[in-house]
């Protein structure tokens, strides 16, 4: 499936368990931590996200149960990554969503991750369309949090800057493509690297993953270039970008 900001104090609010920064994922010898806002209105799961980051070496600066207070806390705590539900109170539709894109409208230097239960490839070509900016983004099914390994990977690489698909909605995405246009022409093993681009994978993870060299990897991005007729980007993940905008149209 992943730098940090600048780690400011958040701002002060009403004195209650929701304005109160949570304090469990300071650390004692006071070095900075990437800062996350978790918006999630399951009391069980906030908790344990909470929990999973804390101890993966994230700073849980706030948590919040709803998408209008996530909205209004995420900036005042300057959080480095807001990781949210898409699904929130009162509707349970695509609360979620709709907050993490004002948030960043608002801040294009946050980098968001949105949580589902479901593949939803409506959302992930939304996210991906109006996510402006070079902060990271990501969309990871919840079953993956219990990879606590993993998740906070995933994490991680988004903090970094990457965009960062859960395999199944890489997969939905690849093959919604590749059905027309061109990427019919890309061979299985282009099809291959092309999920793994779409995972935030850098040219040595696929080729580990796959078993192959680095410099196979690189003919295959090449050609997967071609076919989209995109000029190479010296940042790695300016391409996931490119590639999965041009595959969500």
């Given amino acids: 499936m992943i730098n940090v900001g600048?780690?400011?104090?958040?701002?002060?609010?009403?004195?209650?368990?929701?304005?109160?920064?949570?304090?469990?994922?300071?650390?004692?010898d006071g070095a900075d931590r990437t800062r996350v806002v978790i918006g999630e209105d399951e009391a069980l799961m906030r908790e344990g996200l909470a929990h999973v980051l804390a101890h993966g070496g994230f700073d849980v600066v706030a948590e919040v149960a709803?998408?209008?207070?996530?909205v209004r806390r995420a900036p005042a705590n300057r959080p480095d990554v807001v990781v949210t539900?898409?699904?929130?109170?009162?509707?349970?539709?695509?609360?979620?969503?709709?907050?993490?894109?004002e948030i960043r409208a608002r801040a294009p230097h946050i980098a968001i991750v949105v949580l589902s239960h479901h593949v939803q490839r409506r959302y992930?070509?939304?996210?991906?369309?109006?996510?402006?900016?070079?902060?990271g983004i990501g969309y990871l099914l919840k079953q993956r949090v219990t990879d606590v390994e993993s998740f906070c990977a995933s994490l991680?690489?988004?903090?970094?800057?990457?965009?960062?698909?859960?395999?199944?909605?890489?997969a939905i995405l690849v093959a919604r493509a590749a059905s027309d246009g061109?990427?019919?022409?890309?061979?299985?093993?282009?099809?291959?690297v092309l999920e793994q681009m779409a995972q935030g994978c850098s040219n040595a993870a696929i080729a580990q993953?796959?078993?192959?060299?680095?410099?196979?990897?690189?003919?295959h991005v090449s050609h997967i270039y071609d076919q989209l007729e995109l000029a190479p980007d010296p940042n790695?993940?300016?391409?996931?970008?490119a590639v999965l905008r041009h595959l969500s149209r």
């Avoid at 993953?209 to 003919?219: C, D, P, Q, T, Y």
């Fill in 156 to 170: 991680r690489r988004v903090c970094a800057g990457a965009t960062v698909l859960d395999p199944e909605i890489a």
């Fill in 85 to 101: 539900d898409i699904r929130m109170p009162p509707t349970h539709t695509d609360e979620g969503l709709r907050a993490a894109l």
């Fill in 209 to 219: 993953l796959l078993m192959i060299s680095e410099k196979a990897v690189v003919r």
């Fill in 66 to 70: 709803n998408a209008d207070d996530l």
């Fill in 6 to 28: 600048t780690g400011v104090p958040p701002a002060k609010g009403p004195e209650s368990p929701l304005d109160l920064p949570d304090a469990r994922g300071a650390r004692p």
């Fill in 236 to 241: 790695s993940h300016r391409r996931v970008q």
């Fill in 182 to 192: 061109p990427l019919s022409h890309l061979t299985p093993r282009q099809y291959e």
């Fill in 124 to 135: 992930a070509s939304e996210l991906l369309e109006r996510c402006d900016g070079d902060a």
